[in-house]
Each structure stands twice: as structure tokens, then as C-alpha cells.
């Protein structure tokens, strides 16, 4: 009788702490769009324009995850989380890339002047 009690109560203490481990899952982790956010914001991403309605998206992708996750729908949420991740990786390049092709115009342009002070005669092909 006394090991039925016993066994009673361990099963109680056991489905206790299943029931509380299994009532909130893990949370979303969202740091990984909002760091993609924040580094195509500091890339300069605001000052491109392609690279700016990338971040703009990533920004409304991100308060729209959180709206989800708010109202239980997690699977939804998680999937904006990924776009919001992506379209801040995407501003980055773009905005990497702008950066890239105005240093190579002016390097061409510091070329130019050169050649122009110097008399030097144009490129052969």
C-alpha cells in the first residue's frame, strides 16, 4: 500500500513537470534579424535606395514577427523572422556594393587626372 502511494505521487510530480515543460516552448530568436537590421544600418543602407526598401522591408518584417508570435501563430512568426534576416542581409550587399562601385569611379576618375597632368598618353589595347 505504501509503495502504490509512493508511486502515485512520483507519477503525479512527474506529469506535473511535463506539463509545465511542455507549456512554453523555446523562445524566438530574433536577434539574428534585428543584428542584420542594425548592420545594414550602419553599412549606410539608408542612403541607397535599392538597399533602402530592402531595410524598410526587414524593419516591417520584423514588427510583423513579433505581432505573430504575440497572437500564438509561432510557425508564421519564425518564417517572417527568416525574411526579415534576409532582406537586411540583402540591404548589406547592396549597400556594400554601392559603396564598392562609387570607390571604383572615383579611383578612375584619380587616374584620369593623373593622365591629364602628366600628358601621359592613353591606353593602348
Not at 54 to 72: H, I, P, W
Amino acid at each position: 500500500m505504501r509503495y502504490q502511494r509512493v508511486a502515485i505521487w512520483a507519477g503525479t510530480v512527474l506529469f506535473a513537470i511535463a506539463i509545465i515543460g511542455c507549456g512554453s516552448g523555446p523562445e524566438m530568436n530574433k536577434e539574428a534579424s534585428t543584428s542584420a537590421i542594425r548592420a545594414a544600418e550602419e553599412a549606410g543602407a539608408a542612403g541607397v535606395p535599392t538597399a533602402s526598401l530592402y531595410l524598410q522591408l526587414a524593419k516591417e518584417q520584423l514588427e510583423k514577427a513579433q505581432a505573430l508570435a504575440a497572437s500564438g501563430d509561432r510557425d508564421q512568426a519564425e518564417s517572417m523572422l527568416l525574411r526579415a534576416q534576409a532582406d537586411g542581409e540583402l540591404a548589406i550587399a547592396l549597400s556594400r556594393g554601392d559603396a564598392d562601385r562609387k570607390e571604383a569611379l572615383q579611383a578612375i576618375e584619380r587616374v584620369q587626372q593623373l593622365r591629364k597632368n602628366n600628358q601621359l598618353p592613353p591606353e593602348r589595347k
